[in-house]
């Protein structure tokens, strides 16, 4: 398309395209790619006597009978009286609109579009526009209703993309003939007049299927193509160091360990880094197949980073490696924001020399002052925790070390392939062997005192529990419980039992302790705020007790959840709900009641919050999607993999004359 810029359009200055700027509109295509949020059908006449309290606007022919003038505070304002076809009166209230005297003349014929107000039966209005033409009013027309920026009026912006229509078309067919024919897609010239000035309703839809269908395509083919850029290589060698830990493990790795471990093993040896992405439910084992991988990159010299989005996570990787790999003969090292002073000067020391192999830390490990010697692979957990701008910030560490990225927030696999297109990716579905699905129960205040009885008979086979409530504090006024009160509380009715609480606002070594503790099982159960939330891993840990369950979100609920039933022990999680409870809420908690399976709980949390909502897609800058929806539109996101696939397979430079423009799309967007 042509690179002529907004301010061609007549009418439009430095000053207003600076506006259209903000609005991401710099050139006459940006306005056509713009797209409208709704439209204004004004096909149909409206008279007042149309209106409704939803809709109180006119759009019809108007006769003036009457006019006067009424004294107001600016002096007077002029008031124009005109009937419609009907014979209803219209009071027209002209503030700061005088020279409407001299040509609102008695008996003149006019159209209008107005909002009308309904005072004692009478019809008044000073929010009207007036044109001498049917036409000019829109009558007869659908109206696009753009979003909006500084003083722009959608009067500026239907005249911009009117004027960026007529220059810039007729516009090309983006896709191969076939696709519009097997997915009825309109051609695109009319998709781009659609969009912006439908003639019926109907079109509306059928345009925007089309160009959202287009722009996830190029996304797809951009992707796809940047993914097959990475060489594979064809087998993988596992390396004696990790033959020693898998066999001193006292269980088997699950196939899908193995695998992903594969392939994992195959992109540390090719060339090109490694950017992939492994997703796995909680519990599925994801840190050892972090080690083991680790394990592959030392074998070959190189230096591994670890990083957590904790200091409690961190410290507790930290002691499992230690446990598990020093005695392999692996240098370790901790590093957070807490090692200061002269701790802190050895390890980054050891680090730049080479005496580590695998640091092992919070976002600290890339702070300014830290420099490895030969960075080659780079571990991040929780991935969906750390912002864009901290995994980037890493990867410039290294001389583009090979990166893993785990997470058990699993994005539903339409948006995955969408929102990490251009990631690998690598997922864990099967759990280690033995394991049953956590019980989940839904608790209602009555039902509160049955279920500490059921933990204590779970506290007498020796297993241990959680309690988690959504704040440290009581705050008087809105009665929920706290860690503080409850700690009191649930003292008196587990007197022989012992406890400890556990929050943000303890210093990190007395939380490690505590958690020591608790991992040895001196202790019974925690007190705990949703700090437990995020990877700890306590096997004989299996009881989790949620109160106030509706107050967090589902993928919160499912993490918590995941710190039980990590052994082959059953386990029970309890989502304890006050009694006036939402719909929504109510459907929240059924959902987790009803499943364990991360992926449909994932997907639920996208249909109820939408994907802004979602961990890590809102930071992401990645998604600029004009006409799609990642919500609504998974049938067009899976048609688009489908022939993106397709398309690679058949013309895999897109030279092809039927790609064309596809292939100018891509260069454009990549611009
Ligand atoms: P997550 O994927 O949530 O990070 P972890 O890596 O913490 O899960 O693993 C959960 C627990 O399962 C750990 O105690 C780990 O030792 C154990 N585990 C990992 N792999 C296996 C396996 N193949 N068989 C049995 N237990 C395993
Ligand atoms: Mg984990």
Known sequence: MHEKRID?????GKVTAREFQRLGIETLSDMVLFSPRAYDDRRE?????DTTIEDPSINCRIVIISKSFFPSRRGRTLKVTAEDDNGTPLDILCFNREFLDSVLHLDSVWYINATVERRMGRFSTSQFELKRRKEEIGIGKILPIYPLSGNLTEKIMRNASSYALSVLSPFPDELPDRLYIKYGFIHHDKAYRDIH??????????????????????????????????????????TPLEMKLISSLPFDLTADQKNVLDEIRKDLDSKSPMERLLQGDVGSGKTLVAWISALHAISKGGQVAFMAPTELLAHQHAEGAAKLLSPLG?????????????GRALVLDALRKGNVDLAIGTHALFSSDVGFKNLTYVIIDEQHRFGVEQRESLKRKGIKPDVLSMTATPIPRTLALTYY????????????????????????????????????????RGHQAYFVYPRIESEEEDGLRDVNTMYEELKKRFPSYSSRMI????????????????????????????????????????????????????????????????????????????????????????IMRDTNDGFRIAEKDLLIRGPGEITGIRQSGFLHLRFSSLVTDSDLIEKAQLEAEDIIQRDPGLLKGENQNLRKAIEASLR
């Open 197 to 238: 000035f439908p003639s019926r309703m109907e079109d509306i839809e059928k345009a925007r299927r089309t160009l959202a269908f287009t722009e996830l395509l190029v996304m797809e083919i951009k992707a796809k193509r940047e993914r097959g850029k990475r060489e594979k290589e064809s087998k993988s060698i596992t």
């Open 45 to 49: 006449e409206r008279l007042l006597k």
């Open 421 to 460: 297109a251009d990631l690998d990716i690598s997922t864990i579905k099967t759990m280690p062997k033995g394991r049953l699905p956590v019980k989940t129960h839904l608790v209602s205040e009555q039902k509160r005192e049955e279920m500490l009885s059921s933990i204590e008979v779970e506290f007498i």
């Open 330 to 342: 692996i240098r370790i090292c901790f590093l957070s924001g807490d090692v200061k002073g002269k």
């Open 503 to 590: 929050h943000s606002k303890l210093p990190e070594e007395e939380k490690m302790e505590i958690l020591n503790l608790f991992r040895d099982g001196k202790i019974n159960y925690l007190v705990s705020t949703s700090v437990v939330e995020v990877g700890i891993d306590v096997p004989n840990a299996t009881c989790m007790v949620i109160e106030h369950a509706e107050r967090f979100g589902l993928a919160a609920l499912h993490q918590l959840r995941g710190r039980v039933g990590r052994s082959t022990l059953p386990s029970y999680c309890f989502l304890v709900f006050q009694k006036n409870l939402t719909e929504d809420g109510i459907e929240r908690l059924k």
């Open 8 to 12: 061609t359009v007549p009418g439009i």
